[in-house]
T-cell receptor
Framework: EAQVTQNPRYLITVTGKKLTVTCSQNMNHEYMSWYRQDPGLGLRQIYYSMNVEVTDKGDVPEGYKVSRKEKRNFPLILESPSPNQTSLYFC?????????????FGEGSRLTVL | AQKVTQAQTEISVVEKEDVTLDCVYETRDTTYYLFWYKQPPSGELVFLIRRNSFDEQNEISGRYSWNFQKSTSSFNFTITASQVVDSAVYFCALSEVIQGAQKLVFGQGTRLTINP
């Protein structure tokens, strides 16, 4: 089954404790991206990757890091989480198709930073 | 800069009513793509439709239809004979390629509640 898998789905942590949210897709997609969803703000892009070893900042990259060492994986790293990073996070992937591909989303990871 | 506005934050209707969700976008490009996604209470994001800027034909899929009008920069979504299962948050999104990278911007979302 074609899917994007995120882990963990739910996490409560404390300020400053490093954490990683993993994302894996099995569709051989070139493009992957992370979004955060906050009430009244819709989804905002954090980072994206157009292929292995190619990553770039989205609209709200502060406080996050990513890596793309393999095509299927695109982890999101919070080196020192803060309460304003409490949010619902989505990983997504798509075929490149010149930048017009349909995005397939993971089920979301709800993160609470105390 | 790109922008997507969904002016309706929440809509509540009674089952079997028709309902239209508005989406207005801003872009300076002539080539772009528009999307609608559904987020049911379970939280996942479900792709509904993709439309490119050169195709202004309206689209119908069962009870769902989309009206794309470049003249007003709108891409509205209508659900006919709504059902309780249509209750969800609906997002409109605009995609452009900027400096070789896909830029997807979402609207704020419209929470649709269908009451029995």
């Amino acid at each position: 089954e074609a899917q994007v898998t995120q882990n963990p789905r739910y996490l409560i942590t404390v300020t400053g404790k490093k954490l990683t949210v993993t994302c894996s897709q099995n569709m051989n997609h070139e493009y992957m991206s992370w979004y955060r969803q906050d009430p009244g703000l819709g989804l905002r892009q954090i980072y994206y990757s157009m292929n292995v070893e190619v990553t770039d900042k989205g609209d709200v990259p502060e406080g996050y890091k990513v890596s793309r060492k393999e095509k299927r994986n695109f982890p999101l790293i919070l080196e020192s989480p803060s309460p304003n990073q409490t949010s619902l996070y989505f990983c997504a992937s798509s075929l490149w198709e010149g930048g017009t591909g349909e995005l397939f989303f993971g089920e979301g990871s709800r993160l609470t930073v105390l | 800069a790109q922008k997507v506005t969904q002016a309706q934050t929440e809509i509540s209707v009674v089952e079997k009513e028709d309902v239209t969700l508005d989406c207005v976008y801003e872009t300076r490009d002539t080539t772009y793509y528009l999307f609608w996604y559904k987020q049911p209470p379970s939280g996942e994001l479900v792709f509904l439709i993709r439309r490119n800027s050169f195709d202004e034909q309206n689209e119908i899929s069962g009870r769902y239809s989309w009206n794309f009008q470049k003249s007003t920069s709108s891409f509205n979504f209508t659900i006919t004979a709504s059902q309780v299962v249509d209750s969800a948050v609906y997002f409109c999104a605009l995609s452009e390629v900027i400096q070789g990278a896909q830029k997807l911007v979402f609207g704020q979302g419209t929470r649709l509640t269908i009451n029995p």
